[in-house]
């Protein structure tokens, strides 16, 4: 069974907002055994709208939009889908009553200009939105069928669970993807160790991708039943396990900040942080994590010289002396960080970030000291990362790194 | 002049990645005075990809394509273009010189694999990656232009602004976006504030868009020359930000937190943070900012309780009777922090971000105290985000509200 996904709105043509719609309902589709052809964009232009819902009819059974139904006058998005279908556009009492009933159970006013949303293509039906005031929209055709959904994630998903997926299932063969992600080496060293799983004709499909230096390798296999497709993709995810080995962190859309706390429950171990120029973001990946509480004791951010004396204890002599992005202050930051929050281990990063700070040719943007303290020491990473990376990218791979570097310290606690 | 953007890859398709490129490719386009009709993403097929190629040249002056050019046989971008366009794919000397070149630089060993990314469809120029393996294509078609650039960001926006935008100037009517963000009312009442502007046929055109509760107004205007574009949407901006007065915080893409960097800069005043349940997220957002080491001195995250007592001075009694998420507790750790980093000002949090850990009927998941400590004392608010967001957007939004009350403070000192 295919499907097309169809997104609608000027901020995403023009570039103004990111289109994360798409990829989680793509990633829905294909767990519930649907393959995904394209992704269409279109602005909030009516006769734009109607020529994507044709095109994106064609050639599939299932479309799923999403976008233009606020109750704002740039939502045109059920207008073109009347146009689209060739019906008029009507009130709908149904859609009146589940917008009044939500802004009675938040205590909202309802307002004249929410009524627009309770207009409907003859014919579809009303899909309730638990989460805000625009419902959806079903149109069962006798070739395609359409669903029309909010564009704001939080009301997209849930009607996506509730009144689409259930209605999904049991079409011919099945394609089941999944994912293994990896840290520490590079694209085209994967690409030899897994050269003779590439071959494009073969099932699994195999692709590799890259982001942050953290790298993707993907598997998309194809069977008869679930089971099957299922044997194939693990059989093909443990053969590149073995490979790849310690290398490989985690699956699916893991982040190292996944492996790292897992390996801390297990262990019951703690971990404090104390980050400088990634400002928290050490910490904020950690705590994005559900359950953290249980091995995320505390962080400093000592991004001033003096929050490093007064939060870490680190010596103001040894800042003067080194400098505050030096082996020596990171060392000392990680070692002060896990004697006062009484933790197993402690993660400390000091560096620049960038784009200014750049302090000489020695301490360019770019350098960070990463310091791991545990119980037996403190092991102080140097990394420069190249001047063709931004601020955010630097930060974000100097927090992989120490991730990484707890991960493979937890993975080996003997070493 | 039109412009079609074309994402290949699997990962895109399979939603394993957002794709945030075509969104940098409509900003940048849109900006040089270019109108985007259409995003579409297509995977790693070959046909697919041809096709995608053949469909997205019609009609349009420009197609920006990207991914699909490193190193593994998942990379099949350059032999799609060649059969889409009929030419033969040929060795590039220039593009094995490039690669080998940039190898050199970086001290990385060159690998055989590396070779196929020097193959080019015959009659194509080769442009070069400062940042990569991967060298781009252009094709400078009779009807329609077409650049194809490397998927990875980091490669690909450089690769545009230095052999992409330098040929795309000066192309009749000219179109230019601009937007303002505002915090602190529902979208609905926005667009009553707004309706009159909001007529479809109006130019500039104007919609609104939500995201964790930050609403971006967009205006699009069409002028003969950029000259007047640019005084046609200046108007309506200053219109809209007359309607909405402190409500709006910013323009583009700004942030809460960018609003609060310039008045805190302008001040030439300090900030500390104290966070529990956003764990960081804060000063996160806060030192994302370039330059924000002016202004930020440090955060403490006391995600233990005991760390609300070592970091901050939160009388262990108090957390006893009160409980860690409640009034008293948010207070103390302001009071705590600001007095402890000997800061103008100090926000701190301390909340449920959920998905476990309500406590009770009283103190359920979504619960945030934020407290905005001051010379003049400590305000606390009490926030209940509603049980329809998940952890990460109760996080964002707390973040979002401790940055707006601070930022209500700064505009209005005498309050």
Redesign the interface.
Known sequence: MKAAIL?I????????????N?????????ALGLT?????????D?E?IEA?FRESMVGTDLVIATGGL?????D?TREALAKALGVTLEHSEVAEAQIRAFFER?G?RF?D??LGQARMPLGCTVLEN??G?APGIYFDGPACRVFVLP??P?EMK?MFERHVAPGLSGTGSVTI?A?VRCFGL???????R??DM???TRNP???????GAIL?V?A?ATGCSGIEARRLIDADLDEIRTRIAERVFGSG?DGLEDAVAKLLLESGQTLA?A?SC???????R???V????AF?????????N??KV??LGVPAGLIESEGAVSEAVARSMGVGCRS??RSDYALAITGIA????GLSPEKPVGLVFIALATESGCDVRRCLF?D??????IRGRAVNVALDMLRLRLLRPAC
């Open positions: 997104s709105g000027e901020e995403l043509t023009s570039g103004q907002c990111v289109d994360t798409s990829a989680w309902l793509s990633q829905s589709l294909i995904v052809t394209r992704h269409l964009t279109v602005a909030d009516l734009a994507a606020g109750p704002t006058p740039d045109l938040w909202k307002r200009s929410n638990a989460r005031t564009g704001v939080s849930p993807s994912a590079s694209e085209a060293d994967l690409g030899d897994l050269a590439m071959v494009r499909l195999i692709g590799v991708t890259a982001s993707t993907r998309k859309a942080t980050e990634t400002g928290g973001l050490l910490a904020k950690l705590t994005d559900p359950g953290s509480s995320f004791l505390s962080g400093a951010i000592s991004y001033a003096q929050a007064d939060l006062s929050a960038g784009p200014d700070g190249g063709h990376l931004s601020r955010c990218e």
